[in-house]
């Protein structure tokens, strides 16, 4: 085969592989798991909040470093008339000296501490902020799902509506009917229409914004989302409290700024004490007549007087403020995960009962309703307004059980992120795909 050729087959293999998995993935519909990973790989939230975590752990290394030591380069004693004349006056010097700031004992080892404390909680918030991105991708995966659902029952019923206009004009034309139950099967079709067109929209609003979280142009196709069973969730209140306990970064950055404000109260209270600078002088002089020109060294303490005791009162006074907030606002989340985790099991509770009552009762009695309606009316048994209210009690039934299912998978995300984990659950027997 010619190098051209050969090119060329192999091109067309790729491009046909490509497609191919396309196609597949299309047949499979779109993984939740897989849309939640990308979005965690590239959402732009999650890497700045990443970049600034790196950001304030690159400050604990400064805090703790000691400040640069300053060179001191001077002519001492010089004589004016005669600047640099060295010979002059035995006093003379030309000095170089060094001089260190050095903060007193346990300082730097709680700046550092300070530092890392602070670094530590927003580490955790980068954990919040992906949770939080879990559960907005699962919420507009089941929005969608929900969504696809209704656009299915709403063509379903259109071209139910469609049998009712053929069946009433028939009955029309023999003089078994009347022209009004035509006009009202053709009003109740075009409100279906107008529904379609609302939840086609919606669809896209929903798709664009599934797609801001995956970080790709708000046009990117989205598939359809599977059916999915109940997840049948086993823990009881007090276990999931205790996983929430254990897991929720969000309680750990607020213990993290609660050890934060602890080291900087006890930094402030080291305010009291004095920072010392030592220095050392090399004094170099020139010999001349009547001097030796020895040289002298000058070695020196010095430190600061602490006596501006309100500033360091209202110091103590603010870490004190910065724990009792931190450990308030720690309080406060653990109420509201308290209280969560009892409403939204409660939710799920309810909405996998309405499922399994729509599934396994309600519906299938409103089909029957609906066959029935039907057959009664083309033998003159029932008017058109029964019918069409059948129709309409099936379609309602219909969109509260997928409205079940959906809102049970949200709530589900809901519980993840409010305990901190995903969870493992069993399936319910009762559902089915």
Do not use: C
């Amino acid at each position: 085969m010619k190098p051209r050729s050969l090119i060329i087959t192999m091109i067309f293999l790729v491009i046909t592989g490509i497609t191919t998995s396309f196609a597949e993935e299309a047949r499979q519909g779109e993984d939740l798991t897989k849309l939640v990973d990308t979005a965690l790989s590239v959402n732009p939230e999650i890497k700045a909040s990443d970049a600034r975590w790196q950001m304030f752990k690159n400050r604990i290394a400064q805090a703790k470093s000691f400040e640069d030591p300053m060179l001191m380069l001077k002519i001492q004693n010089g004589i004016v008339s005669d600047p640099f004349n060295f010979r002059k006056d035995p006093m003379t010097q030309k000095v170089i000296g060094i001089s260190q700031q050095i903060p007193f004992w346990g300082k730097r080892d709680l700046k550092g501490e300070v530092a890392a404390k602070e670094a530590e909680s927003y580490k955790w918030q980068v954990e919040e902020r992906k949770l939080e991105l879990r559960r907005m991708v699962a919420e507009a995966y089941y929005q969608i799902y929900f969504t696809d659902r209704s656009l299915e029952i709403v063509d379903r019923n259109i071209k139910i509506l469609d049998d009712f206009i053929t069946l009433a004009e028939t009955k029309y034309s023999v003089g078994q009917g009347v022209q009004q139950d035509v006009f009202k099967a053709q009003v109740e079709r075009s409100k279906m229409l107008d529904m379609r067109i609302s939840l086609e929209q919606q669809r896209k609003s929903l798709q664009a914004n599934l797609n801001a979280l995956l970080y790709r142009p708000a046009e990117t196709p989205v598939g359809a989302i599977p059916d999915f069973e109940i997840k049948q969730l086993t823990l009881s209140a007090e276990e999931l409290r205790g996983i929430a306990s254990d897991n929720r970064p969000l309680l750990k950055s607020l213990n993290a700024l609660i050890e934060k404000g602890r080291a900087g109260h006890r930094l402030a209270e080291k305010e009291y004490y004095p920072d010392f600078n030592v220095s050392l002088e090399y004094m170099q002089r020139d010999q001349f007549e009547g001097s030796n020109g020895d040289d002298m060294y000058s070695l020196g303490v010095t430190f600061n007087l602490p006596v501006q005791r309100a500033r360091r009162q209202a110091m103590v006074a603010e870490s004190s403020s910065e724990i009792n907030m931190a450990t308030e606002e720690l309080n406060s989340l653990r109420n509201g995960i308290n209280s969560g985790i009892a409403d939204l099991l409660a939710q799920l509770e309810r909405r996998k009962r309405l499922a399994e009552l729509y599934k396994t009762g309600i519906i299938p009695q409103a089909e029957q309703s609906l066959e029935s309606a039907t057959i009664g009316y083309r033998v003159n048994k029932v008017d058109f307004l029964t019918l069409l209210d059948s129709r309409v009690t099936l379609f309602n039934y219909e969109r509260e059980y997928y409205d079940s299912l959906a809102d049970y998978g949200m709530k589900l995300a809901q519980l993840e992120a409010l305990v901190g984990k995903k969870l493992e659950y069993t399936r319910d027997d009762n559902e089915t795909e």
